[in-house]
DNA sequence: GTCTATAGGACGATAGAC
DNA sequence: GTCTATCGTCCTATAGAC
């Protein structure tokens, strides 16, 4: 669904790639596409939350950090052939104006992501407001270069966007201690 | 399309948005939905071109001008109710890995919004380089603060891109010049 | 609970009268 | 060039045998 979008794929698709008859799909997710898609929405927003945070953990600077972050993500992207490095982005894109309940889907993904993002940033010593506008500023910077990325097929918007947000955040320290348990687990 | 999809569109809404029936479509697009989605995203490419460039003309002071563009589009998307700012974004995210046609067309209109905002910046007295970066990283953030925008219903991704991006800008002259001619025009 | 068969309708595309 | 009728295919969802 991260790489056809959620009109694009189709329930014969699901069923053929889970393995499952159509029949069962039914069966366990009874209001049918939507439910499933949300499920995909939840289970991939769990899943990608703690990126961000498992990627900076290794510096002890912001400016190198955020670098960091934007490096490792083209070096992935080229990697992949540039594939849809964000699972939830072309969905979200995709629903805002049409799914309403998808769209809330999203919405709680991107809240958890931001809401675990921030209390990361503020456990290494950053102050609220400052952390809180930070995280929002890295995942929507990070989802506007992969979709630049994937069009043009070139890690250039990752790379300027790193070399555009890190410097002035050089020589701002990032307090030593481990992941909270908590962060971004849940929505 | 910009709002349903390049999937979730269908050549019948098409025919009743455009007031023409569908032979008539297959008759001035003998290739179909490709070629009337290429025609869009060429058409919307040129017309947006400008924008950025626009808006930022008002300023000679490129800390101002950056967070003047974020303002200006926070504003417009919650006067317009959250609707999709960007016509090529929502295409590009889903076409990027399917309809390989669709997706060379979002890289030229890219391709054009870089090539001719990096132009105006050179124009405007900035290195070179500096201004692809800045026009990249520009349009990069921007793309992914309309995403989130539009998820959350919020404007607080353009609003804290903004922030982010503009304090390091502040000081950074913009010589007075007016808009060339040619700028973005073409793809 | 699992799976097959199929309903009912929308899809992109075309044929061909005007 | 314009428009209508329709083709064949695919879709989501369901019914019902096992």
Redesign the interface.
Known sequence: MR??????VGMKDIAEASGAPIGSLYHHFRAGKVAIAREALRNAGAAYGLLIPTIIDAYTDLGEAVGGVFDQAAEDMEATG???MCPV??V???V???VEEL?QA??DV??GWIDGGTAYFVARGLDDRFA???T??L??????????A????TT??LL??G???A??YRGIALARVSLPPTVGAES
Chains 1, 2 share one sequence.
Request: net charge positive; glycine share 8%.
């Open positions: 790489h056809r979008g959620y009109a694009g540039f594939a849809n982005a072309s979200a894109a995709e805002a104006d049409t769209r999203t919405r991107f809240d809180r506008d930070l929002v500023a995942i929507g910077a990070l989802e506007g270069a992969f979709l630049l994937r069009a043009l097929r250039e918007p300027a966007a070399r555009t947000l410097p002035q």
